[in-house]
């Protein structure tokens, strides 16, 4: 796990867009899959714009292992209400009380391409983006600092935990405890982890405060940056293009569902 | 006027039922270099953080008398303009990391951001502070890929390039090698030469005895003893109350009961020893 959670460092035409192009972008994606038309918009996007990109962002395999890993649940779950509970339609087969229908299959796979959607955008954003970038354009876009720097560390609390989790569970396990075998001996052992990883997180917590504020976190001064993120007149005049569409989008949205 | 300025301070953590500092006083001069012994519970890291304005400021809690520093009083400053004189790095490096920033250069110009320094200067005060802690050659590394000794350097790097005129030090070196703590010891030494006031608790008293003008030994949040290095390091009423004390000090303090230590001064340091044992040697 690196530090930054899941950005991958690439040198790309994707990577060097402004932030705040890709966020926009990222929303407009998903508001286009949302509203326009069509059962398999949704695919479509994912297809034939979202892969182009991570493509030219050269992480095309990178968001596709993550992708996949991200809406397997997602899929198995949708799959099995919509398949087996659809109430009324042509069966796939029936055994015993099971029978899946078409239509709910088919529902599932709609309902599958939204999901892959806002899945495989937000992954690509990223992939693509630094968080501290993110933070910077956060700013100078009027977020506050403190939002700023929660939504961009937020982005890293998992890999963090995970990494803390497995210290604990190391620790325990050096100490005799059982984390292998049948579920009971496993659920045991998470009562001795969870108790550690909770109580050392709120205490990073505090202590993460203690420190940014000792540098000046709140000092109330007009911030400076260190990294200066590349700005063009054409990226300023498509982002104003991409938040017009985006309202365009919704209201078309509305009207085409009244 | 003294620099720093603790009168009767007493404090009380919002948890906890007896105070962990009481009646607290002591000066320190302006670009003095003051060291803080004492065992686990005697409240050094709460003086760290009364010094450095977090006591009471986060963690609230009942307080009373008085800490000054450089003629403002904490009592009456907020912690937000407290920060921009006082700097503390503490023990665990890990937490002191921002999570915000990609490269240990970063990380560093991190304070700097915060406070508004335009890019120019930021670069150049970031070099100067790496290159004064010796880590220059970390510079594009990430935060989170080094070892505790290295973001140990990297967290006391953040603060010293902030420039306080305060410098409160708890236990910077805990995860270092001898040699990079000794290299750190220097550091700071070198800083007090500068005109910075530093305060650094530490359990390494060889290297205070090398590098630090005073040591306060503190004991259940009061002041046991108070001096010069030699004088407190030496002093058996450390033994008697449960501190760390150099095995130098011990040696010697063993063999003056056999008469084979001839000098009127236990020694700390290893030099110190080697001389007054070279004097028995020689008698």
């Known amino acids: 796990m690196n530090a930054l959670g899941m950005y991958v460092a690439r040198e790309s035409g994707l990577h060097s867009l402004h932030p705040l192009t890709k966020v926009l972008l990222t ?14 918009t949704g695919y ?3 297809a034939f714009i979202v892969f182009p990109l991570a493509f030219w962002g050269r992480v095309v395999s990178n968001l596709f292992s993550a992708t996949w890993k991200v809406s397997l ?4 779950s949708v799959i099995l209400i919509h398949g087996f509970f659809w109430g009324e339609g042509t069966p796939v087969f029936e055994v015993g009380i099971l029978s899946p229908k078409w239509e709910g299959a088919i529902f599932a796979a709609i309902s599958m391409g939204r999901i892959i959607l806002v899945m495989s955008v937000f992954l690509l954003f990223s992939m693509t ?5 993110l933070m910077i354009t956060l700013k100078q876009a009027g977020v506050p600092s403190s939002i700023a720097y929660i939504i961009v560390t937020t982005l890293q609390i998992a890999p963090s935990f995970q990494r803390k989790a497995l210290t604990i569970l190391d620790a325990q396990r050096s100490r005799g405890l059982e984390t292998e075998g049948n579920l009971y001996i496993r659920a045991k052992a998470l009562i001795p982890l969870i108790l550690p990883l909770v109580l050392g997180s709120l205490m990073e917590v505090e202590e993460r405060a203690i420190a940014i504020e000792a540098r000046g976190f709140n000092s109330g001064k007009k911030e400076t940056s260190l990294i200066e993120i590349p700005d063009t007149p054409l990226q300023k005049n498509i982002r104003r293009i991409v938040i017009f569409s985006i309202f365009g989008l919704i209201v078309l949205g509305v009207l085409w569902r009244l | 006027m003294a620099f720093v300025v603790l009168k009767n301070l007493t404090y009380l953590y919002p948890t906890s039922e007896k105070p962990v500092l ?10 003095e270099f003051v060291a803080v012994v004492g065992p686990n519970g005697a409240g050094k890291s709460t003086l760290c953080y009364a010094l450095a304005g977090f006591v009471p400021h986060f963690f609230k809690g009942e307080i009373s008398g008085e800490i000054e520093v450089n003629g403002r009083k904490s009592s009456e400053s907020t912690l937000d303009e407290w920060v921009l004189n006082v700097g503390l790095a503490f023990q665990n490096p890990f937490n002191q990391i921002s999570g915000a920033k990609y490269t240990v250069f970063e990380e560093i110009a991190f304070g700097l951001e915060n406070i508004g320094v335009p890019r120019e200067e930021m670069k150049k005060r970031v070099e100067d502070a790496m290159s004064l802690t010796g880590i220059g050659d970390l510079a594009d590394r990430s935060p989170y890929s080094l070892s505790g000794g290295q973001q140990q350097r990297v967290a006391l790097t953040s603060i010293l390039v902030m420039r306080p005129r305060l410098l409160v030090l708890d236990e910077p070196t805990s995860q270092m090698d001898p040699i990079g703590a000794r290299e750190v ?11 910075m006031t530093v305060v650094m608790v530490e359990h390494k008293v060889e290297w205070i005895a090398n590098f630090a003008d005073r040591v306060i030994a503190l004991k259940e949040g009061q002041i046991l003893l108070e001096g010069s290095a030699s004088e407190v390091l030496t002093s058996e009423a450390l033994v008697e109350n449960g501190f760390g004390v150099s095995r130098y000090t011990s040696a010697a303090r063993e063999a003056k009961k056999k008469g084979l230590w001839k000098k009127e001064r236990l020694p700390v340091t290893l030099d110190e020893a080697a001389e007054g044992f070279n004097l028995t040697r020689n008698a």
């Open chain 2, 22 to 31: 009481r009646n607290l006083s002591f000066h320190i001069q302006e670009g």
């Open chain 1, 44 to 46: 479509f996007i994912v």
């Open chain 1, 129 to 133: 983006t630094r968080p501290d970038a």
């Open chain 1, 73 to 76: 649940p997602f899929a198995i």
């Open chain 2, 185 to 195: 010891f220097g550091v700071v030494r070198k800083m007090a030469e500068e005109g």
């Open chain 1, 27 to 40: 929303l407009l994606f998903i508001t286009a899959g949302l509203t326009l038309p069509g059962n398999w």
